[in-house]
């Protein structure tokens, strides 16, 4: 058991950490909507009354660019966090750019999903556009996808090949105090193609096995890190396309 460190979303071997590369996976999916005012103002309702009735949570953050921005949990025996709970986030008239129309989008996380969450999915749909729910689902079209997969490595060793890459624009890192990258991004935050490359493994290490992040103190901090010293990095890289 000392030999086994518990992250958000797996236990790691920390002396003889071997983790396989995943296949590429869907990170995230968004979908856009032209969901008519009338239709909005209904679904915003409902969206509140899910709140109320503790199925929803409600955004604040986010109210320079949406109107509305309510997250629904889709597994209702575990925790609200992505990483353990597939989810359905749903965005509410788009204000962040005049020229842009986009009445309605729906930000989808599949992670840990079965075939129970996706008639939960389709449930929610249904519920939240009471009149004309299949006419919307007929014209709603793709925005953007996330796709993300992992490998053991280390950020320092890895070689980027961008001849035969669609973005070239920039390529840019982060480093931790010891100086090695702990994080690498292709392209701008707002190009159609871009991603990121991090140290996976770092970014969960101080989050227990509920996704919480773990309190810090001189003892706890130093017994993790400490722990570390043997293991193998897991990239993740996830790449971003928008339509």
Do not use: C
Request: proline residues 4%.
């Amino acid at each position: 058991q000392g030999d086994l460190h518990t992250t958000s979303s797996h236990q790691v071997l920390l002396k003889f950490a071997k983790v396989q590369p995943l296949l590429r996976t869907l990170d995230k999916a968004m979908v856009d909507a032209p969901a008519t005012p009338e239709q909005v103002e209904r679904a915003i309702e409902i969206a509140h009354q899910l709140r109320k009735n503790g199925q929803a949570i409600q955004i604040t953050n986010q109210s320079r660019n949406w109107r509305a921005v309510f997250v629904v949990y889709l597994d209702g025996s575990k925790s609200s966090d992505h990483s353990k709970n597939p989810s359905a986030t749903l965005y509410f008239d788009y204000r962040g750019n005049a020229k842009a129309d986009v009445p309605f989008r729906l930000q989808f996380n599949p992670d840990k999903l079965d075939a129970q969450h996706t008639d939960l999915l389709i449930d929610l749909w249904k519920r939240i556009w009471p009149i004309g729910w299949r006419e919307l689902r007929s014209d709603a079209r793709y925005f953007r996808m996330d796709e993300a997969a992992d490998a053991v490595g280390d950020l320092d060793n890895l070689i980027l090949d961008r001849k035969a890459s669609q973005v070239t624009a920039r390529y840019y890192t982060q480093t931790g105090r010891n100086g090695k990258i702990k994080t690498g991004y292709i392209g701008e935050d707002s190009a159609v193609n871009g991603g990121a490359l991090y140290d996976r493994f770092s970014a969960e290490v101080f989050r227990n096995a509920d996704g919480e992040p773990v309190p810090l103190n001189r003892e706890t901090a130093t017994h993790t890190l400490d722990q570390l010293k043997d293991v193998e990095g897991i990239i993740r890289v996830e790449l971003r396309r928008v339509f």
